[in-house]
Structures are given as C-alpha cells and as structure tokens.
C-alpha cells in the first residue's frame, strides 16, 4: 500500500498544494477585508501588523484533510486515520467560527471562553468513544517515558483525552504570537512524532504527520517573519489538538510535555503571571505569553522565534531518543 502512495510523495503533494493554495488566497482575504486586528494591549511594535490577512489556517488544514481521505483507500487501519481527520475537522471548525465572529462579525469577543471550552470537550468526547470502541491498541493508561510503567486510568481515560486535547489545542494557540512561531514549532513536534511512529510500525499515523509536515512547511514560507499570512484560531486550535491526539495514539502522550515544551512554557508563563497577579498585585513577566516578555527586554522577533525553534528542535530530538526505548 505504501509503495501506491509513499510517504515522501504525499509529503511533497502537501508542500506543494498549500504552497500554491496561499499566495492565491491572501489576495482574496485582502478584498474580503479578513484581516487581523492586534490587541492595544499587546507589544507596541505589533501594531503594524494590523489588516495582514488571517484565518490562514484554512490553506493547510484543507490540502492536508484532501491527501488524508484520499489516503483513507490505502491504509489497513482507517480508524486511526479516521480519527485524526474528526480533529483536524472539529478544532479546525471551533477555530474558525471564532476567527469568523471576530473578523467578519467584527466582534472581538468571538466565541466566548465557555461555548469554545464545550465544544472542544464535545469533539474529545467522540474522539474518546471511536478509539475506545474501534482501535483497541491504544492503551487506557498513560506511559511514563523511557520506562516500562504505566498509570492505569480505565473509564477515566476519557478525563485524560479531555484535558490533553484541550490543554494542547490552547497552549498552540497561545503561542501563535510571533510570525513563524506555532508554525515551525508544530513542524518540529510534528517531525518528531513522524519518527517515533516510524520507529514503531505505525504507518497510518506516520501517513497523516507527514501530510502535515508538508503541508506547514508550504504554510511557513509566508508566515514567516514578515509574515503576510497569520494562521488564526482555525489553525492553532486544530494543530494543538493533533499533536495531542497523536501523543495519544502512539501510548505516549506525556512525552508531549518534552517535544512541546515551549508550548508548555509559554502556557505556563500564563498561568504563573495571572496566580502571582491575583495574588500579590505583582507580575514575574513584563508581558505574557512569554515570547512577548522578551519582545520587551529587547530581543528582536525573528531572534525569539528562531530560539524558541532551536529549544523545540533539542527538545524534539531528545523526545524521539526518548520514545525509541
């Protein structure tokens, strides 16, 4: 099957067609008048990316769904594959009805923190319920890296799912506020996961990553810095809820918090900057998430992101190490 659709192949496909599919796009976002509004409240230099065209997510995520349902026909295990495409779908979808509201409704409240909350649960709920009942190797406990242990979690798996998705699909989001920043980093977590499940046999898996990959590198060559496309909810929210999900299917989701560390750290910076707020008056962060806090020592976007990338590639690196025992 893998000689019919190779690996490399669709990886190329992915590149090519997002790669195409952006520069025709961002003129029509243009005319349109999607474009992004920047938050007064955030860095000063940022305010002359105000009107760069957004809701971009939508020129990966649909080339990558096409080459995954195409590839749905080649692979012995639909489910898996199946499953990532309901993601893909369903917190590419709560994305873009929040970037919907807030760039075309032009309200920037979009969708309030307890209807998006809700419905990601929704979309981990049915996530959980199709790899219970259909992939029946995917274990219900939670592998503790470079060991033999597991942490059995039984029906409360789905709690796990819930929160993993979640928290992943938010802290992706989070992140996403630099050019190139979520983008290359998901690559990299992306990347990483490709050769874990290449080391493991899991072909399907390996199928949709490499899609991905592909399909982010087309993406980053016009969402870097100056970027002239910025991904938006539609693209954050589905990339975080991916890489959850495949941290999940490969029995090894707590080695997301070493290949994800900068989204962990920058979700992190938040909540540490909010409790020590809330608490004492006093902020730890001159601003938060704390790729903004460098911004206002002094440091140059395109130094933040290309070291911010360069942690999440050692950290990667260490991960795939990790996963190969």
């Given at each position: 099957m893998f000689n019919i659709l190779p690996l490399s192949i669709l990886g190329l496909a992915a590149f090519i067609l997002t790669a195409v599919l952006v520069p025709v796009c961002i003129p029509i976002l243009k005319r349109m008048k999607f474009g992004q509004s920047i938050r007064k409240e955030g860095?000063?230099?940022h305010q002359v990316k105000t009107g760069t065209p957004t809701m971009g997510g939508l020129t990966y995520l649909l080339p990558v769904l096409v080459l995954a349902l195409i590839s749905l026909f080649f692979v012995d295990d639909s489910y898996k594959m199946l499953v990532l495409i309901i993601v893909t779908v369903g917190f590419?979808?709560?994305?873009?009805?929040?970037?919907?509201?807030?760039v075309v409704k032009k309200d920037n409240r979009g969708l309030t923190s307890k209807q998006k909350f809700l419905a990601q649960i929704l979309?981990?709920?049915i996530v959980y319920f199709i790899m219970a009942f259909a992939i029946p190797d995917i274990a219900s406990s939670v592998h503790i890296p470079g060991t033999d242990f597991y942490i059995p979690l039984g029906v409360l798996f789905i709690l796990w799912i819930v929160f993993w998705q979640v928290g992943f699909s938010n802290a992706v989001n989070l992140t996403d506020?630099?050019?190139?920043?979520?983008?290359?980093?998901s690559i990299i977590a992306f990347g990483s996961f490709l050769a874990i499940a290449l080391m493991r046999g899991e072909m399907e898996i390996a199928l949709f990553l490499v899609i991905m990959v592909g399909a982010l590198a087309g993406f980053l060559i016009y969402n870097k810095y100056p970027a002239k496309l910025f991904m938006g909810d539609t693209g954050s929210l589905a990339?975080?809820?991916i890489i959850a999900t495949v941290s999940i299917m490969l029995n090894d989701s707590l080695l997301l918090l070493l290949i994800g560390i900068v989204f962990v750290i920058e979700t992190a910076s938040v909540m540490?900057?909010?409790?020590?707020f809330k608490m004492t008056g006093k902020r730890i962060f001159k601003m938060t998430p704390i790729h903004h806090h460098f911004e206002l020592v002094g440091w140059s976007e395109w130094k933040i992101v290309v070291v911010f990338w360069l942690t999440g590639a050692a950290a990667g690196a260490l991960g795939v190490m990790l996963g190969a025992m």
């Open positions: 860095p000063e230099s590419g979808l709560i994305g873009f009805i929040d970037d919907y509201i807030i979309v981990s709920v506020g630099l050019d190139g920043l979520a983008t290359g980093l990339l975080g809820g540490l900057q909010v409790a020590s």
